[in-house]
């Protein structure tokens, strides 16, 4: 279970500057090199990607990141492979199903893969 609560900590990935940093460094050193992802919309991004869009959003003094995230589930893949699986609820509307794929390197926490899949219904 600490290993489960110490995930969690860093979920939603990225919306945690003030915690692990918002320069482009504090970002790669948060992604394993092959890092991807599949977003809401169904697209793929890349790390370039990424890391842009959080520049950009670290960067607006105006941008607001309201959000919920819950039920929580943990699944290990491999030794130092871990499968992190939960809901996200932003600004008290959107909500999406999320999967990070985590990945142990030397004493970090690196993300490998991540993606977000919309929630047409309401949640129980």
Known sequence: MQLLEELKNREPIFHHP???GRTRQDILDQMCD???EVGASGNVYTKQDVIQTLL???SDPSYQDIWEAKDFE???ITPDN????YVLIQNKTRI???STIWRKVK???KILYHQGTIVDKEMP
Request: net charge positive; no cysteine.
């Open 18 to 20: 003030n915690q692990f």
């Open 34 to 36: 092959e890092f991807w």
């Open 56 to 58: 950009a959003r670290y």
């Open 74 to 76: 943990l699944t290990q």
């Open 82 to 85: 871990y499968l992190l699986t």
């Open 96 to 98: 999406t199903r999320r």
């Open 107 to 109: 004493d970090a926490w």
